[in-house]
């Protein structure tokens, strides 16, 4: 069972960025979709970024032209780069493989990203 660790998150005003980073316990390479996705306060969980393992890339239309995902299989890590950071974005971010409306494996601890104005 992969075993997944978010972090990289923390306080940012508008406009800022930061880079959050997805550790996994064993080799990705076979997770054909890996994913990122948020959960704000009182919201459900929303993906909002995924990438295959051909490198092709997917975003929700609220993070398109401001998030960029990639991975790095090699070294069993998948990041967000986010910039221009809007207080809406705030939320946990959990990194996952999709599976229906939910993720493949058990969730990890994700990790905070707050927004102020």
């Known amino acids: 069972q992969v075993q997944l660790v978010e972090s990289g998150g923390g306080l940012v005003q508008a406009g800022g960025s930061l880079r959050l980073s997805c550790a996994a316990s064993t080799n990705i390479f076979s997770i054909i979709i890996m994913g990122w996705y948020r959960q704000a306060p009182g919201n459900q969980r929303e993906l909002v970024a995924h990438?295959?393992?051909?490198?092709?890339?997917g975003y929700a239309d609220s993070v398109k032209g401001r998030f960029t995902i990639s991975r790095d299989n090699a070294k069993k890590m998948v990041y967000l780069q986010m910039k221009g950071l809007k207080p809406e974005d705030t939320a946990v971010y959990y990194c996952?493989?999709?599976?229906?409306?939910?993720?493949?494996?058990?969730w990890g601890p994700g990790t905070q990203v707050t927004v102020s104005s």
């Open positions: 990438i295959t393992n051909a490198g092709a890339t």
């Open positions: 996952n493989a999709p599976l229906s409306d939910s993720g493949r494996f058990p």
